[in-house]
């Protein structure tokens, strides 16, 4: 019912910067918390970043000024902006929504597919 799409990953070198972005489209009433997690080669999936709808963010310790989440509420896009990139930074990254389908109903957790990102010279 809900579908989430990530894109802006790629390769870039120890140093660099990206802006990851997560559109969701389909049965939307309200969006609440978006997120960040990924998942590195032979590693359990970690939360990476979070923001509510009203603007309230979270980071793991390991991102924390480096990385900004951010939202656009009327395009129900969430982004990540990645700066100061590490090798150890490099996972498939994915998004996910708290959705709700009706103004009375439950939310719903959704995750896009995944893309990856690459720290590497």
């Known amino acids: 019912q809900v579908q989430l799409v990530e894109s802006g990953g790629g390769l870039v070198q120890p140093g660099g910067s990206l802006r990851l972005s997560c559109a969701a489209s389909g049965s939307i009433f309200n969006i609440y918390d978006m997120g960040w997690y990924r998942q590195a080669p032979e590693k359990q999936r970690e939360f990476v970043a979070g923001?509510?709808?009203?603007?309230?963010?979270s980071y793991v310790d390991s991102v924390k000024g480096r990385f900004t989440i951010s939202r656009d509420n009327a395009k129900n896009t969430v982004y990540l902006q990645m700066n100061s990139l590490k090798p150890e930074d490099t996972a498939v990254y994915y998004c996910?929504?708290?959705?709700?389908?009706?103004?009375?109903?439950?939310?719903?957790?959704?995750w896009g597919q995944g893309t990856q990102v690459t720290v590497s010279s």
């Open positions: 996910n929504a708290n959705v709700k389908h009706t103004r009375w109903g439950p939310t719903t957790l959704y």
């Open positions: 923001i509510t709808r009203g603007g309230g963010t």
